[in-house]
T-cell receptor, first 110, second 115 residues
Framework: LAKTTQPISMDSYEGQEVNITCSHN???????ITWYQQFPSQGPRFIIQ???TKVTNEVASLFIPADRKSSTLSLPRVSLSDTAVYYC???????????FGQGTILTVHP | GAGVSQSPSNKVTEKGKDVELRCDPI?????LYWYRQSLGQGLEFLIY????????KSGLPSDRFSAERTGGSVSTLTIQRTQQEDSAVYLC?????????????FGSGTRLTVV
């Protein structure tokens, strides 16, 4: 499992695009990159997963450069309800110990 | 069920008492995980199960903590002789055999308060 590093916090305003970058320098060949969102008093919730290049779903986009040593979660046109903690995880395709970093506290202002 | 279910949602207990926390994973998910999250902190891994066996117990903080899983489904996390530092939200997650697709699904957690 690759150790991940993210900014501790970020601030944004409603309607803006937010990009959160995660560093995972020792990512292994079979590791996937997954992002989770956590609201207060709730467990983390899966947002998006990718292996390389770009992945997009109805919630976010995930950009992964060719060397895969980092990834960027992009949230288009954020709203107040996107205020949460965002965790990046880089791990293999077989289950095992899931280690999260400290996450990024995103605060969206009116 | 449709998601990971944990019970109770809240538990207040006196120092020194034993507590049991329950996790009911998504049907068919072979892997089950327990985590702990203290106020304002990140997720601390405790233990994971593959079927009914626990290949990795490295995160259990002391021998007061134990967990079991029966029938490849429900799991219980037991904390004996609770201490105030055990106060936290205990989260359970489950996943299918591979992590591709939708990763881990977490429950809403059990908030444990030791007074």
């Amino acid at each position: 499992l690759a150790k991940t590093t993210q900014p501790i916090s970020m601030d944004s305003y409603e309607g803006q695009e937010v990009n959160i970058t995660c560093s995972h320098n020792n990512i292994a060949t079979n590791d996937y990159i997954t992002w989770y969102q956590q609201f207060p008093s709730q467990g983390p919730r899966f947002i998006i997963q990718g292996y390389k290049t770009k992945v997009t779903n109805e919630v976010a986009s995930l950009f992964i450069p060719a060397d895969r040593k980092s990834s960027t979660l992009s949230l288009p046109r954020v709203s107040l309800s996107d205020t949460a903690v965002y965790y990046c995880h880089a791990g293999g395709t077989s289950y095992g110990k899931l280690t999260f970093g400290q996450g990024t506290i995103l605060t969206v202002h009116p | 069920g449709a998601g990971v279910s944990q019970s109770p949602s809240n538990k207040v207990t006196e120092k020194g008492k034993d507590v049991e926390l329950r996790c009911d994973p998504i049907s068919g998910h072979t892997a089950l995980y327990w985590y702990r999250q203290s106020l304002g902190q990140g997720l601390e891994f405790l233990i994971y199960f593959q079927g009914n066996s626990a290949p990795d117990k490295s995160g259990l903080p002391s021998d007061r903590f134990s967990a079991e899983r029966t029938g490849g489904s429900v799991s219980t996390l037991t904390i004996q002789r609770t201490q105030q530092e055990d106060s936290a939200v205990y989260l359970c997650a489950s996943s299918s055999q591979t992590l591709t697709g939708d990763g881990y699904t977490f429950g809403s957690g059990t908030r444990l308060t030791v007074v």
